[in-house]
């Protein structure tokens, strides 16, 4: 590792005179935020030729894998992991059938993520990044150049499914990542692999800013094609008088409700597409009408109950993974802590009604068992960016929403209209639910 700071052309070994030109007029803008970082794409020749490849080869290889059956890659890929990965070469020898293959966790790979590189791995340009932890289990996640460049491929594969295409190119900004936080980091960068166009992280909490003014007055100036974010983060960017607009929203991180997309989607006049994607294994899903669509061409999901065992389509578990994009942390049946059934649409997977968090089931003052699913459909049309639900052990509710000027009347009206008039139901507004929550939790067990 470097003792000294990496320098621009250490950050950006591809850059051009145009891409300097775009980064000095983002960095020295007159109403550019404060940045709290600096930060490159550290794009080689050699790693950018990766990146097109993985795109082309994602554009181009069979998806999916039939109902009972296994993707063409995968025997490969579990050979790989039990002959490289220290981890897995614990399990005292490759069962022959993929199912009596143990399932790791994120308790995992949070007591020893060194376990997870593969010996075969070179560590050259290793970047190692931090993540919440806020499930209890805080991780460092292992990636490299060429991971992070992958992602613009699976999300433009995402957009794709609306019809929509990146076109931003030289002197122009393509993606601004909003987040709507404390503290962030934020920085402004370009990329080889979209015409050295700019990409942007921002905070739009008006600490970060001179004057919060220049939130709308630098946005519409960056016009860029695409934002992504969270639901928070997009209800700031609604408040905001913007003149310009992308062509497309991607939210991911949070559950995003119906009526919030909605809201979005009118006021910004352009689709809002919900990707589910984690740090783990980068962007997995996108939501296509009422289902998520898998998007990577080597990530094999499987959905399984709670003794390990594979569920059947359309039976509810929790979504396994194998596979993924970082080569620096093979998967190999992965818990991921979300739920959803597996079913089979055009003869590909898709995942149904997935939730981001263990299914709850609460209990009614008459006595019935709620879903939380059943929560989330009774909250869907208000435009909450954010909230939990925790039922104490007296059975008594207490609905915690972020302040965003919602009506609490209606709000108390749905959940009573789901759990009864009598039931004891406290709704309170909050400034800060922290960046991300585990939305359903009770005292009684789950059963």
Known sequence: MADLPFTDAERFPLITNDGRRLLKRLREHPHAPRYTAVCGNRLTVEYLRRVHEYEAELNSAPKGWPPGGFPAWLPGFVEMCFRDVPFYRRYDGQPANFHDIPATSRADLSREIGSFVPDTAPLDDLIIYATSGTTGHPLTIPSHPVVGACYTPLLKAALATKGIELTSGRGQVCCVLVGYQRQAYTYPSVTPHQGEAGHLK????????????????????????????????????????????????????????????????????????????????????????????????????????????????????????????????????????????????????????????????????????????????????????????????DDSLHLKIRRSGADISQIHAALLALFSSNQRLTVEEVVSLGDKVIQYTSDHPTT
Request: charge should be negative; hydrophobic fraction near 40%; proline fraction near 9%.
């Open 202 to 393: 921002l905070n739009l909490h008006p600490d970060d800013w001179r004057d919060p003014d220049d939130r709308a007055r630098f946005l519409d100036d960056c016009n860029p094609e695409l934002y992504t974010g969270d639901p928070i983060a997009f209800m700031e960017l609604m408040k905001l008088p913007l003149k310009s607009r992308p062509k497309a929203m991607i939210s991911t991180a949070m559950m995003l409700l119906p009526g919030l997309r909605q809201q979005l989607e009118s006021h910004f006049g352009c689709p809002v597409l919900d990707v589910y994607s984690m740090n783990e294994a980068g962007p997995v899903a996108v939501l296509r009408d009422d289902v998520h669509v898998l998007l990577q061409h080597r990530l094999y999901v499987e959905i399984l109950d709670s003794d390990g065992s594979p569920c059947p389509p359309g039976a509810r578990g929790e979504v396994t993974l194998t596979g993924g994009l970082n080569f620096f942390l093979p998967l190999l049946r992965y818990r991921t802590n979300d739920y959803a059934s597996l079913e089979w649409r055009d003869g590909q997977p898709v995942l149904v009604r997935l939730e981001g968090r263990p299914p709850v089931l609460y209990r009614g003052a008459n006595g019935q068992l709620v879903n939380n699913l059943d929560v989330t459909g009774a909250l869907k049309h208000l435009a909450l960016p954010q909230f939990t639900l925790h039922q104490a052990a």
